[in-house]
């Protein structure tokens, strides 16, 4: 389980190096994807960390309730609204940039259809959103730690990531 004062990644009953393997190996043990706060707009993270699970090629979903479609890598991608809209989201795992307000109903319904594993980017959670994920989810990777100096991010860590969690993948 989680330990909110050091914010890394936990899976229950595991030590610290061993939790962030875990909470790999879960997250991208996922047969798909899912990015909350996927954007066309190129100086937004949301669009950079859409952009990387696509040069990874790897199955993901832009999730944004605002636009029917955005436009990654010269490429429109057509958005699903919610966790509850994704085909499988007991297999999806979810990277979350959405401000900290947002984020918590977004875990809410991301638990309560059976996600495994999410993500946190710096910047989407505080304390009572940290908790709420490292308690709720399988893998919950978020806080201090990563090799960003914000804490862990998809787009500084994810390639270790998937190293750890042995997932195939090749680089577009």
């Known amino acids: 389980m989680a330990d909110p004062r050091q914010g890394i990644p936990r899976t229950r009953g595991q030590k610290k190096k061993e939790d962030m393997e875990a909470a790999f190996k879960v997250f991208f043990g996922s047969k798909g994807f ?3 706060g996927a954007s066309s707009d190129p100086s937004k993270f949301g669009h950079k960390v859409f952009a990387w699970y696509l040069r990874h090629s790897l199955p993901v979903t832009p999730l944004n309730p605002r ?5 990654v890598l010269s490429k429109d991608h057509t958005t699903t609204a919610s966790p509850s809209a994704l085909p499988d989201p007991a297999e999806t795992s979810l990277s979350v940039i959405t401000p900290p307000a947002v984020t918590k109903q977004l875990l809410k319904e991301a638990k309560e259809v059976g996600i495994p594993a ?8 505080d304390k009572e959103v940290l908790e709420y994920a490292q308690t709720n989810f399988k893998a919950a990777i978020a806080g201090d730690g990563g090799r960003g100096g914000e804490g862990w991010c998809v787009l500084v860590d994810g390639e270790e990531g998937l190293k750890v969690a042995g997932r195939e993948w ?3």
């Open 170 to 172: 090749s680089k577009l």
């Open 118 to 125: 999410v993500w946190l980017q710096p910047g989407t959670f």
């Open 34 to 36: 899912a990015v909350a």
């Open 67 to 71: 636009v029917p479609a955005i436009s």
